[in-house]
């Protein structure tokens, strides 16, 4: 298979899952969070093993998309 291909692919995936990633974190104040639910709290959102780790798998895709982007990029220089 094509490089571009793939890479364009795993750039596609790794935007929808971290669309998905950011809308699940908790509101931090006010704003446009509290459109989306953001203000009401609930008994699930307390869990801070929950939320490191959705941290985490925010910054692992971030990564995956930032490095996507890069590889694109070098591959469309050349």
């Known amino acids: 298979m094509n490089a571009e291909l793939i ?6 995936l790794a935007s929808g899952l971290m669309i998905l ?4 974190h908790k509101g931090r104040g006010g704003g446009m969070s509290d459109m989306f639910g953001g203000g009401v709290s609930s008994s699930l959102g307390g869990s801070s093993v929950a939320e490191r780790n959705l941290d985490r798998f925010t910054i692992g895709t971030g990564v995956i998309w930032f ?12």
């Open 7 to 12: 890479l364009t692919v795993l750039l596609l």
């Open 21 to 24: 990633l950011v809308l699940l």
């Open 67 to 78: 490095a996507c982007v890069i590889a694109l990029g070098l591959l469309k220089a050349y």
